[in-house]
């Protein structure tokens, strides 16, 4: 019998430990789906681009062929499909990534099961922009704040981290 939610997650680590992102998503994950293990990375598409006016080396011209995608989550749980990027600073960004995610969930084999369903893009934040907000609300993009413990920490080491040298 499948799980009743379905977690696929994408996360990062630098020197062994989840950077910020991948921790956020994390302690959001686990806190409203207590206990649903994520099943690890999900690729949606593949894309392919190419280059014009330019001659490619083949081995450059192969790799624009077949382009990974990978949204921080995708949850599938009973009376919500999500889709899911993951920011600790409200940035614009996120909501164009999370849209392009979702419209890329319905070219995704591994996904085709859910191809009827619809998923809702979602933007998670740390920190609360109103107006971040107002526009990904305005693009029918879901958004979820939550503010883990570790914010004073991260605001002082790595998004206003001390600028040393000359000016």
């Known amino acids: 019998m499948p799980p009743t939610t379905i977690i696929y997650t994408d996360p990062r680590y630098r020197g062994g430990k989840l950077v910020n992102e991948s921790a956020l998503l994390d302690e959001w994950l686990s806190r409203r789906y207590p206990a649903v293990p994520s099943?690890?990375?999900?690729?949606?598409?593949?894309?392919?681009?190419t280059v014009r006016?330019?001659?490619?080396?083949?081995n450059l011209a192969s790799m624009l062929q077949v382009l990974n995608w990978y949204p921080?989550?995708?949850?599938?749980?009973?009376?919500?499909?999500l889709v899911i990027e993951a920011k600790v600073t409200?940035?614009?960004?996120?909501i164009g990534e999370v849209l392009f995610y979702?419209?890329?969930?319905?070219?995704?084999?591994?996904?085709?099961?859910?191809?009827?369903?619809v998923f809702q893009?979602?933007?998670l934040f740390a920190e609360d922009d109103p107006d971040v907000a107002a526009f990904a609300r305005g693009l029918g993009v879901r958004v979820e704040i939550y503010t883990p413990a570790w914010i004073v920490s991260y605001m002082q080491t790595v998004?206003?981290?001390?600028?040393?040298?000359?000016?």
């Open 159 to 167: 998004q206003y981290k001390p600028r040393t040298g000359v000016v």
């Open 102 to 117: 979702q419209h890329l969930i319905y070219r995704t084999a591994a996904l085709t099961p859910y191809i009827q369903t």
């Open 90 to 94: 409200a940035k614009p960004a996120a």
């Open 39 to 49: 099943l690890g990375r999900i690729r949606l598409g593949p894309t392919s681009a």
């Open 121 to 123: 893009p979602v933007v």
């Open 72 to 81: 921080d989550a995708i949850v599938i749980a009973p009376g919500e499909q």
């Open 53 to 58: 006016g330019v001659t490619l080396p083949p």
